[in-house]
């Protein structure tokens, strides 16, 4: 039932953050969840599945906020109000670019974000984040930096997420993915510049 609750509102989402992302993340969670020993497993995999339900980069201004719609959905499924509370916290928070930062995150928060956070680096980040620029209509790159560009979204976020991981098992996994950005923009760097000093 989740699954399909949280098909329905990836729709008119880019593909770097439909189902598979959403799967990845679940499956991510859970094992960091397995392997720290840590957290309730029922919060983690539901959160997972709920982590990008409104996004705001993709939501109508007339459709009703991500709480809301959260809670209506999973009180319809009998869940308890102290998890659903935990749940639409996860949601509000998880982002990169939330505005308001959490000082008391719980390890279930932590886990479901570390998962979160994995999938926007590495060979799928890379992946993830040129579908997205292109998405947008950003540039590939802009030597001056006066227009948005997936390039410049490397340096804005995705290289600076390796050391805001959470746990012990997320910063183990988030190694060799920060490693395979820096030798990408290396590559791409070179490629770029090839015919300039000629």
Do not use: C
Request: hydrophobic fraction near 35%.
């Amino acid at each position: 039932m989740t699954e399909k609750f949280v098909r329905k509102n990836l729709e008119g989402y880019d593909s770097g953050h439909d189902w598979h992302h959403i799967d990845r993340v679940r499956k991510l969670a859970l094992y960091i969840g397995s392997r720290e020993g840590a957290g309730d497993r029922f919060i983690i995999e539901l959160s997972a599945l709920l982590h990008d339900t409104g996004d705001k980069k993709f939501r109508k201004q007339e459709e009703s906020s991500p709480g809301d719609h959260i809670s209506g959905f999973l009180k319809g499924q009998g869940v308890e109000d102290k998890i659903i509370d935990e749940i639409i916290r996860i949601n509000r928070y998880i982002s990169f670019s939330s505005v308001e930062k959490l000082s008391d995150k719980s390890v279930e928060f932590m886990i479901v974000q570390d998962a979160d956070r994995l999938d926007a680096i590495g060979a799928i980040g890379v992946a993830r984040a040129f579908n997205y620029g292109g998405f947008r209509n950003n540039a590939i790159y802009d030597p001056d930096y006066k227009t948005a560009s997936t390039i410049g979204h490397f340096y804005d976020k995705l290289l600076k997420l390796s050391d805001l991981m959470n746990t012990s098992t997320g910063r183990r996994l988030a190694e060799e993915r920060h490693m395979f950005l820096e030798i990408f923009l290396k590559q791409f760097f070179k490629e770029w510049e090839t015919g300039s000093n000629l």
